[in-house]
């Protein structure tokens, strides 16, 4: 069989790597290819993505979470000493806990609940991009078809992911008023699972990647493994920020929410009124557009049509002036009655905020 991604060589002429120089080229490969350094990451990182496009990250990647003990059961499945086993099965209990309510996927659902969506809806997996699921589903069939040592070395990514969380959690909670640290409480955990099981991992590699062509597999496969996180990002990318294609059956923005309660969006719903201030979402934008020939608001995978009223108002949105102040503009240039136009804006707004392409 042919490799699916081009390996690399161990060393200039395949010679056997000690192992503090096989542990330098494994660290090599993350520094050249984790995910950390994927543009969607930069931009979940550094605040520059809208809400739904949080969401989506959230989503799919609660499939990788959900997924990770369904590959360590395949890795433990392989091993034939019970001392590997007994390091190997906390990995499970880490995410499947040890009781209803405990463990590592159920704080991804409480993650992804805090963004906003319905815990039925993230657990039936539905909306989540194939690619996603092709990816992912392409890791547990790695570990189940490789070597052992390539099944255990696939997990070196963890090598390199405490400082993309340290980064990632930090980002978010000083970029989006929407995450708190209760939200982001699967990350707390993982600063210490994750050190602890690439320890181990490393070790069982540098010990039993012992000739050329075993450090080789070892090295092809925490490179795979980079390409199964990176490509999930790609997907994320193509389908929620550029070119904005999302795919037929994959979420698209306002599916599978809570309907939105005071309590957990720190707004409230209904009219706009006079002294909220309105603002356009992260990535949405008021547009001329020139086949219509009319300004249309455009969202990351949806464009939105308006009439004359609707585009007088948004042309006057600017994250600072209060409905009050715009309901006053208005009432100048067309003199007409300010509280009349304030109630009608005020519902027009709040139609706005139902489709999610405005905020207060
Ligand atoms: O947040 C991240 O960037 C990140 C990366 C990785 C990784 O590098 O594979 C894992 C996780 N998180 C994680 O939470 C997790 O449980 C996990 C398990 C594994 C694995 O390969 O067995 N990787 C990762």
């Given at each position: 069989?042919?490799?699916?991604?081009?390996?690399?060589?161990a060393?200039?002429d395949q010679?056997?790597?000690?192992?503090?120089?096989?542990e330098?080229?494994?660290?090599d490969?993350?520094?050249r290819r984790?995910?950390?350094?994927?543009?969607?990451h930069?931009?979940l990182?550094d605040?520059?993505?809208n809400?739904?496009?949080?969401?989506?990250?959230?989503?799919?990647?609660y499939?990788?979470q959900?997924?990770?003990?369904v590959?360590?059961?395949?890795v433990?499945a392989r091993?034939?000493d019970?001392?590997?086993?007994?390091?190997?099965?906390?990995?499970i209990?880490?995410h499947d806990?040890?009781?209803p309510?405990d463990?590592?996927?159920?704080?991804?659902?409480?993650?992804a609940?805090?963004?906003?969506?319905?815990?039925?809806?993230?657990?039936?997996?539905?909306g989540?991009?194939?690619?996603t699921?092709?990816?992912?589903?392409?890791?547990?069939?790695f570990v189940?078809?490789?070597?052992?040592?390539?099944?255990?070395?696939?997990?070196?990514?963890?090598?390199?992911?405490?400082?993309?969380?340290s980064?990632?959690?930090?980002?978010?909670?000083?970029?989006?008023?929407?995450?708190?640290?209760?939200?982001?409480?699967?990350?707390e955990?993982?600063l210490t699972?994750?050190?602890?099981?690439?320890?181990?991992?490393?070790?069982?590699?540098?010990?039993?990647?012992?000739?050329p062509?075993l450090?080789r597999?070892?090295m092809?496969?925490?490179?795979?493994?980079?390409?199964?996180?990176?490509t999930?990002?790609?997907?994320?990318?193509?389908?929620?920020?550029?070119?904005g294609?999302?795919?037929?059956?994959a979420?698209?923005?306002?599916?599978?929410?809570?309907?939105?309660t005071s309590?957990?969006?720190?707004?409230?719903?209904?009219p706009f009124?006079?002294?909220?201030?309105?603002?356009l979402?992260?990535?949405v934008?008021l547009?001329?557009?020139?086949?219509?020939?009319?300004?249309?608001?455009?969202?990351p995978?949806?464009?939105?049509?308006?009439?004359d009223?609707?585009?007088a108002?948004?042309?006057?949105?600017d994250?600072?002036?209060?409905?009050?102040?715009?309901?006053?503009e208005?009432a100048?240039?067309?003199?007409?009655d300010?509280?009349?136009?304030?109630?009608?804006i005020?519902?027009?707004?709040?139609d706005?905020?139902?489709?999610r392409?405005?905020?207060?």
């Amino acid at each position: 069989m042919t490799a699916p991604f081009p390996t690399p060589v161990a060393g200039d002429d395949q010679r056997l790597l000690s192992p503090e120089e096989l542990e330098a080229a494994l660290r090599d490969i993350g520094a050249r290819r984790y995910h950390n350094l994927h543009p969607f990451h930069r931009l979940l990182h550094d605040g520059k993505l809208n809400k739904d496009q949080v969401r989506a990250w959230a989503l799919n990647r609660y499939y990788y979470q959900a997924m990770i003990p369904v590959k360590d059961a395949a890795v433990l499945a392989r091993m034939h000493d019970a001392e590997l086993r007994r390091v190997w099965r906390q990995r499970i209990v880490d995410h499947d806990g040890d009781a209803p309510g405990d463990g590592g996927i159920e704080r991804w659902l409480k993650l992804a609940q805090g963004v906003g969506f319905s815990r039925d809806y993230v657990l039936s997996t539905k909306g989540i991009l194939s690619a996603t699921k092709f990816s992912v589903e392409a890791y547990v069939h790695f570990v189940k078809e490789k070597s052992l040592l390539e099944a255990i070395a696939s997990s070196l990514t963890e090598m390199f992911s405490p400082t993309i969380i340290s980064e990632r959690v930090s980002g978010m909670l000083k970029n989006y008023d929407f995450i708190t640290k209760d939200t982001l409480a699967y990350f707390e955990k993982r600063l210490t699972q994750a050190p602890r099981d690439a320890d181990f991992a490393l070790d069982y590699v540098k010990q039993h990647a012992t000739t050329p062509e075993l450090q080789r597999q070892a090295m092809a496969a925490l490179t795979f493994k980079c390409n199964v996180l990176w490509t999930q990002l790609d997907a994320l990318y193509f389908a929620y920020v550029a070119p904005g294609m999302v795919p037929p059956d994959a979420w698209q923005p306002g599916e599978g929410l809570v309907e939105e309660t005071s309590a957990a969006t720190g707004g409230r719903r209904g009219p706009f009124v006079g002294s909220d201030v309105p603002r356009l979402p992260r990535g949405v934008r008021l547009r001329f557009d020139e086949v219509r020939s009319n300004h249309v608001l455009l969202a990351p995978e949806r464009t939105f049509d308006l009439d004359d009223n609707a585009v007088a108002v948004l042309k006057l949105v600017d994250g600072k002036r209060s409905v009050g102040d715009i309901a006053g503009e208005l009432a100048t240039i067309y003199a007409a009655d300010r509280s009349l136009i304030e109630a009608d804006i005020g519902v027009m707004l709040a139609d706005l905020a139902q489709k999610r392409v405005l905020e207060r």
